[in-house]
């Protein structure tokens, strides 16, 4: 009697299989790293991509169960991968990484009567022109406060048509870069203005801006318009963290003051820098239920990351939060309307 050969398993669900596997246990790698912290570049990277990490695992795991050949198998291979997933994800959610450890969202408004202020941040992007698109937001949602980043004098002549009711504002273009920085007011600017508070010996530093706002004539608040380097690199990441501390130094600076910290912080909730952000300051996140701002595109539903924040001090509270439409950048524009805290 002849012994029956089974056929070879095809070679295509070995791949799939394998790369499975890989992808797999790849995920959990990279969320463990997450729950970490790693500030140093280039592992500071993995961080961002809490939400894409898990959803790379889950997707893995659906592919292995696909590609497993026999019932047997997929059990040995199921109790093998769990094996490994059970502690990771046990230590995952104890730190918070796959559990979407984050800065804290702010919370919904209490008193109805408090004063109210309305924050507009829109990243142009510098080779874009479609100047009519920013401007027609700029009025649509006539918020108090608009900051725009990595402007440019081509969008200085661009938006000239913006509302009067913007009698306070502040600019700095950049020709030669991405940084351009400026705030459009329709309260009074108190005092402050553009800063460049990273400091560490570049031939050209990166503006921010930290102004105090009188509002309705009677009330200050503190406003920081801010847009740090991209972590592409060990000395960009350096950079970035340091205008983060300074951010947490100027919020220290005018406690009790209400503040409000707005822009593209190059940073995702789930970033180290941001947590140890939100840690010394108490910041709380407006725009912590929006989904992704960049990049735009056809990446964005699968690799879109939110970069551009909200944020503000103890006491205040947010009434309305969202994403604008697209204005042919590729950054999506953040809208929040907040409610300070009654004065004391």
């Known amino acids: 009697m002849t012994k029956e050969l089974r056929p070879p398993r095809p070679r295509?669900?070995?791949?799939?299989?394998?790369?499975?596997?890989?992808?797999?246990?790849?995920?959990?790698?990279?969320?463990?790293?997450?729950?970490?912290?790693?500030?140093?570049?280039?592992?500071?990277?993995?961080?961002?991509?809490?939400?894409?990490?898990?959803?790379?695992?889950?997707?893995?795991?659906?592919?292995?169960?696909?590609?497993?050949?026999?019932?047997?198998?997929?059990?040995?291979?199921?109790?093998?991968?769990?094996?490994?997933?059970?502690?990771?994800?046990?230590?995952?959610?104890?730190?918070?990484?796959?559990?979407?450890?984050?800065?804290?969202?702010?919370?919904?408004?209490?008193?109805?009567?408090?004063?109210?202020?309305?924050?507009?941040?829109?990243?142009?992007?510098?080779?874009?022109?479609?100047?009519?698109?920013?401007?027609?937001?700029?009025?649509?949602?006539?918020?108090?406060?608009?900051?725009?980043?990595?402007?440019?004098?081509?969008?200085?002549?661009?938006?000239?048509?913006?509302?009067?009711?913007?009698?306070?504002?502040?600019?700095?273009?950049?020709?030669?870069?991405?940084?351009?920085?400026?705030?459009?007011?329709?309260?009074?600017?108190?005092?402050?203005?553009?800063?460049?508070?990273?400091?560490?010996?570049?031939?050209?530093?990166?503006p921010q801006i930290d102004v105090r706002l009188r509002i309705m004539g009677a009330r200050d608040v503190h406003f920081l318009g801010i847009h740090p380097l991209p972590p592409v690199s060990a000395r960009a990441v350096e950079r970035r963290d340091a205008v983060l501390h300074w951010v947490a130094d100027r919020c220290a600076a005018v406690a009790p003051l209400p503040t409000i910290v707005a822009g593209d912080f190059n940073a995702t909730p789930y970033c180290a820098a941001t947590l140890e952000l939100a840690a010394r300051t108490q910041l709380s996140d407006a725009t912590a239920s929006l989904h992704q701002t960049w990049p735009t595109g056809l990446c964005y539903r699968l690799l879109a990351i939110r970069i551009d924040h909200v944020w503000a001090s103890s006491g205040v509270t947010c009434k309305e939060a969202g994403l604008c439409p697209f204005v042919g950048s590729d950054h999506l524009p953040v809208f929040a309307r907040l409610m300070l805290p009654a004065e004391r």
């Open 12 to 206: 295509l669900r070995g791949s799939l299989d394998a790369a499975a596997v890989v992808a797999l246990a790849g995920s959990w790698l990279a969320i463990l790293l997450t729950c970490a912290m790693p500030k140093g570049w280039p592992l500071c990277l993995v961080s961002p991509f809490v939400p894409h990490w898990g959803f790379l695992g889950l997707g893995a795991w659906c592919v292995h169960c696909f590609a497993a050949r026999r019932p047997r198998e997929l059990l040995r291979w199921t109790v093998r991968v769990l094996g490994l997933a059970a502690p990771l994800f046990a230590l995952a959610v104890t730190f918070g990484g796959f559990a979407g450890r984050k800065v804290p969202a702010m919370a919904n408004p209490i008193e109805a009567s408090s004063p109210e202020i309305s924050v507009l941040v829109c990243n142009v992007h510098s080779e874009n022109r479609d100047f009519a698109a920013v401007e027609s937001l700029i009025r649509e949602r006539n918020a108090d406060l608009v900051l725009l980043l990595e402007i440019n004098r081509h969008w200085l002549a661009g938006l000239q048509g913006l509302p009067k009711s913007y009698a306070h504002h502040l600019e700095r273009p950049d020709d030669a870069g991405n940084f351009g920085i400026g705030l459009w007011s329709k309260h009074a600017i108190v005092s402050g203005g553009i800063v460049e508070p990273d400091g560490k010996g570049a031939v050209r530093e990166v």
